[in-house]
């Protein structure tokens, strides 16, 4: 730990911070990413059940979930060099990739969200219109903070794909960027 003094008039504050956050050398290369997408998803969920906004959290989980699947494929394949079969995972996580989380999200979700979501549940339902103002901003902020990271991940996609076309090889640019070392199986 380290201590740190502060000078106050004439005498000195020594203090310790409770706890220091250090992350490892070895962490993945979209350690940061995937930390933000976490914390934003798990509070979109959070807030959408704790507000009873239930359907939001089932959109979210829904596309989640459905592209997910193509990418745990996609890693598997490359892990175990199964070059064609990472190839075809590829291809079709880019194409579930674009339609879930760049196509339906923000123009179904988000838009269900920001152009019906007053509607519903103030006007025809029973929210009060404070409590509405004062949750509904979070939701936005989450939402759009996902759909950045949805399309920060899909330049990466894009980088990995430019790589298996210019190359002819399969590499997880997010293992090796800042911190897992490249090593070559000998």
Known sequence: FK???RSCGRKSVLWTPLFQVKWSSTVRGDFREMLAHHLVTNALIFLASYYRFTRVG???FLIHDVSDVPIDLSKLANFVKWKATTITCFVIMVCMWIVTRLYIFPAVIIKAV???THEYLVVKGTVDPAYHD???LMFYGGLFALLFLH???FLILLRIGWTL???GETHDYSEHKSG??????S
Request: aromatic share 8%.
């Open 134 to 136: 004062a949750v509904y």
């Open 165 to 167: 076309v210019s190359k």
């Open 151 to 153: 399309v920060t991940w």
């Open 3 to 5: 201590m740190m003094a």
């Open 114 to 116: 920001v152009t019906e």
């Open 58 to 60: 089932s959109m979210v």
């Open 180 to 185: 897992e070392s490249n090593k070559k199986d």
